[in-house]
Every structure is written in C-alpha cells, then in structure tokens.
Nanobody, 128 residues
Framework: QVQLAESGGGSVQAGGSLRLSCTVS????????MAWFRQAPGKEREGVAH????????YYSESVKGRFTISVDNAKDTVYLQMRSLKPEDTAMYYC?????????????????????WGQGTQVTVSS
C-alpha cells in the first residue's frame, strides 16, 4: 500500500521561502505522476506543481510558475516543493499526491479527484 507523508510546512513572512517534503513508501514504480496540491479554507483543492518521474516532466500553475519548483530524489523516495517569494495568497494546506496508473500523457493530471494516493497535508501560512 502506497503511503505519503508530508513535512516542512510552517509560518513565514511574505517574500520568504519554505521547502516541503513528501516521503513515499510502498511504491516500486519508477515512472509515476507526483503532484503538490493546496487547499485554502472555503476553496477547492488546486494543483500547483506536477512531475512525471520517468522523464522529469514538470507542470506548474500560473499562480506559482517561476516561484515554486518540484523535484524528486529517487534515492530517498522523496518529492520536494521548493517555494520562494511566498505571498499571503499561498497560505493553504499543502498535499502531496501520487498516481501510478497513467503514462506521460495523462489528461487528468491537474484534477485532484483523479489521484489515487494522498498524504495528510502540511500547513503553510504566509503573513504580510
């Protein structure tokens, strides 16, 4: 059974940086989709960064492009989200997600309901 565990959240002032980590256990596939989603109170869960580990293909939402970077350390079974130039509107619960069923061209990769495995989330709070 695949399990995901996020860490690295916290409180930071606007303009600051944080790095989130998501450690994966129970997965043996080397070509999978991994993603970071976030959800603010009263809002829908939105995808911010996605990576296909087989080819390190990355996608970012327009709201974080140029500020956030997703990366994978296969030796540590960990995916990271480096967040820079944080803004108050980045405040949310951040979730790591994984799916092993789809290949490089997956039309559902931006849709939170399509991912099979999720972590419990880590809170990020950015103050102005």
């Amino acid at each position: 059974q695949v399990q995901l565990a996020e860490s690295g959240g916290g409180s930071v002032q606007a303009g600051g940086s944080l790095r989130l980590s998501c450690t994966v256990s129970g997965n043996s596939d080397s070509r999978i989709w991994m993603a970071w989603f976030r959800q603010a109170p009263g809002k829908e869960r939105e995808g911010v960064a996605h990576i296909y580990t087989g080819e390190n293909t990355e996608y970012y939402s327009e709201s974080v492009k140029g500020r956030f970077t997703i990366s994978v350390d296969n030796a540590k079974d960990t995916v990271y989200l480096q967040m820079r130039s944080l803004k108050p509107e980045d405040t949310a619960m951040y979730y790591c997600a994984l799916d092993t069923r789809y290949g490089r061209y997956w039309s559902g990769l931006f849709n939170a309901t399509k991912y099979a495995s999720w972590g419990q989330g880590t809170q990020v709070t950015v103050s102005s």
